[in-house]
């Protein structure tokens, strides 16, 4: 389904889409057709083979989430976890404090912006679903949450599974 105000065309297997949010293209898979009416896109495959149902799967959902990213987008928030650990954003930058002896500077790619609430909760916006996911695994990458005390930068829907320490020394003979 095509929101208002997305615009789709397809020109030699390539798939263009623009709308409030941004532009998106994407390669159609040989073979395939993607007819476009007014309001929807058809993905057709080729034939019934097991690799032609399987791209054909793969296709109506590239373009299923190229036609929401560009009408409504999608975000992503992380969570950084730890005393002392913040984030700051200026401009494409993300500037992080995790701990390390030195601070870290992410450079975002062009199609991707954030903000920051309260140093600790980093919100990351695209209309682009790969790229985003790509960025927000690389930012996370930074610090993995690690599972005894749960430091770190984490997914906000992301359940960390804690570890016990160490058990108290038994008494020792002397």
């Known amino acids: 389904m095509l929101d208002k ?9 390539m798939l263009k889409l623009e709308g409030p949010k941004g532009r998106l293209e994407t390669r159609v898979h040989p073979g ?11 993905v057709k495959r080729p034939g019934d083979s097991a690799n032609d149902r ?3 799967g793969l296709m109506r959902k590239l373009v299923a ?7 409504k987008g999608f975000k992503t928030v992380l969570e950084i976890n730890g005393v002392g650990y913040r984030a700051d954003v200026k401009g494409n930058l993300i500037n992080l404090t995790l701990g390390y002896s030195h601070p870290i500077v992410y450079q975002l790619p062009p199609d991707v912006t954030a903000k920051v609430e309260r ?3 980093l919100t990351l916006e695209s209309a682009d679903r790969q ?4 960025v927000a695994a690389e930012i996370r990458g930074l610090r993995p949450p690690e ?4 430091k770190g930068i984490k997914y906000a829907t992301e359940k960390i599974r804690r ?8 008494s020792s003979s002397g």
């Open 5 to 13: 105000g997305v615009k789709a065309t397809l020109a030699d297997s």
């Open 32 to 42: 395939f057709v993607i007819e476009i009416d007014d309001s929807k896109m058809i």
């Open 54 to 56: 399987a791209v054909h």
């Open 65 to 71: 989430n190229m036609a929401e990213g560009v009408s």
């Open 119 to 121: 140093q600790v909760l």
């Open 131 to 134: 790229l985003l996911g790509s």
């Open 147 to 150: 599972p005894y005390k749960g």
């Open 163 to 170: 570890k016990a320490g160490k058990a108290a020394a038994g």
